[in-house]
Antibody
Framework: QLQLQESGSGLVKPSQTLSLTCAVS??????????WSWIRQPPGKGLEWIGY???????YYNTSLESRATISIDTSKNQFSLRLSSVTAADTAVYYC??????????WGQGTLVTVSS | DIVMTQSPDSLAVSLGERATINCKSS????????????LAWYQQKPGQPPKLLIY???TRESGVPDRFSGSGSGTDFTLTISSLQAEDVAVYYC?????????FGGGTKVEIK
């Protein structure tokens, strides 16, 4: 059974960079033609796709993030990462990693709350 | 971007009664090459990640009770809970995976009347 687990900074100061990692276990991040996504959910609100990465390293991003997001993949560690620069309070959210993109999201991490505050 | 619009925002249904949630996409999500609708439904309970219920608009994920069903094609879709159980209280989201960016509906909160 595939499992995903987010880790990273839970509190980030405004204008700084948010960094999160998603560790994948129970399967190889390099297998199949899957994409690996980051999705976020502000408190009490809906789901927003941030972007995804393929095992090749190809990436796609939500244009609403204005190029602040960078997603990378490390196949040797079976994990992928998100960096979001110049954060503001509007970036406060639960951040999820998930497998999928142009497929349904079958597997999700438990999510990690990131708060942007000074 | 494809805009996904769900209705209603919330609904209260008696135990054992039917719950119906609608989802409309701003353009068709029916992919001609595989004749599939690239539409999924998720259930999210408080403090948990979304759980995939339905994909290809009408295919139940393994382990999902058969009281959950999906229907529709093109731009109009429905999630039906045929006999609401207490454990079905949650927020439900539709999502299109027809094109990038994948987009979600705003969610429908289901409660017990």
């Amino acid at each position: 059974q595939l499992q995903l687990q987010e880790s990273g900074s839970g509190l980030v100061k405004p204008s700084q960079t948010l960094s999160l990692t998603c560790a994948v276990s129970g399967g190889s991040i390099s297998s199949g033609a899957y994409s690996w996504s980051w999705i976020r959910q502000p408190p009490g609100k809906g789901l927003e796709w941030i972007g995804y990465v393929y095992h090749s390293g190809a990436t796609y991003y939500n244009t609403s993030l204005e190029s602040r997001a960078t997603i990378s993949i490390d196949t040797s560690k079976n994990q992928f990462s998100l960096r979001l620069s110049s954060v503001t309070a509007a970036d406060t959210a639960v951040y999820y990693c998930a497998r999928g993109g142009l497929t349904a999201y079958e597997y999700w991490g438990q999510g990690t709350l990131v708060t942007v505050s000074s | 971007d494809i805009v996904m619009t769900q209705s209603p925002d919330s609904l209260a249904v008696s135990l054992g009664e039917r719950a119906t949630i609608n989802c409309k996409s701003s353009q068709s999500v029916l992919y001609s090459s595989n004749n599939e609708n690239h539409l999924a439904w998720y259930q999210q309970k408080p403090g948990q990640p979304p759980k995939l219920l339905i994909y290809w608009a009408a295919t139940r994920e393994s382990g999902v009770p058969d009281r959950f069903s999906g229907s529709g094609s093109g731009t109009d879709f429905t999630l039906t809970i045929s006999s609401l159980q207490a454990e079905d209280v949650a927020v439900y989201y539709c999502q299109q995976y027809y094109t990038t960016p994948p987009t979600f509906g705003g969610g429908t909160k289901v409660e017990i009347k």
